[in-house]
């Protein structure tokens, strides 16, 4: 199984968030910060700010911050919200397949979907990402004081 790269831009960009909870935050820094596009980061955000995962302000003195604590943000819920499919095999998904509900594999790939999603549901965005982090921090450029930008 591999995640899409917009639930793994999406999951980087909730942790560079949830290192600098007292901040605003740009796009624009969490997409250098990753050496990833600007544009697809962009995409990602807007979603995130749909499902709730995040708050964003317009104009001069905006940017965009955890909509909650990073203790309240659980990884399970951020791949639901973000991952469009996920299924291992066509017949989890309803495709096309000669001996589906013949065959005994959808139910073990349900199962195993199931068992990955409850160890990820153990896990909050504050589990991966705090300010305490000092090396996930360094590794993002967040080791100078954050200046409020509110």
């Known amino acids: 199984m591999h995640f ?12 560079y968030l949830a290192l600098a909870p007292d901040r605003l935050a740009m796009i624009s820094e969490i ?18 700010g749909q499902v709730g995962l995040v708050d964003t302000q317009r104009g001069r003195n905006g940017g965009l ?18 991952e469009p499919e996920l299924a291992l095999a ?8 000669a001996i589906r509900g013949a065959c005994g594999l959808e ?6 979907v199931n068992a990955l999603l409850a160890v990820l549901d153990r ?13 996930l921090r360094r590794r993002l450029g967040q080791m100078a004081p954050l200046p409020s930008r509110v």
């Open 90 to 97: 066509e017949c989890q998904a309803g495709g096309n397949c």
């Open 65 to 82: 911050r955890l909509a909650r604590p990073a203790a309240e943000i659980g990884i399970g819920d951020v791949v639901r919200a973000l």
């Open 123 to 135: 896990y909050t965005l504050a589990d991966i990402a705090s300010p305490r982090h000092t090396a």
């Open 31 to 48: 997409a250098q910060a990753y050496e990833v596009s600007e544009h697809h980061m962009t995409k990602v955000v807007h979603r995130l």
């Open 107 to 112: 139910g073990i790939l349900n199962e195993a």
């Open 4 to 15: 899409t790269r917009f639930t793994d831009y999406g999951l980087r960009a909730l942790t």
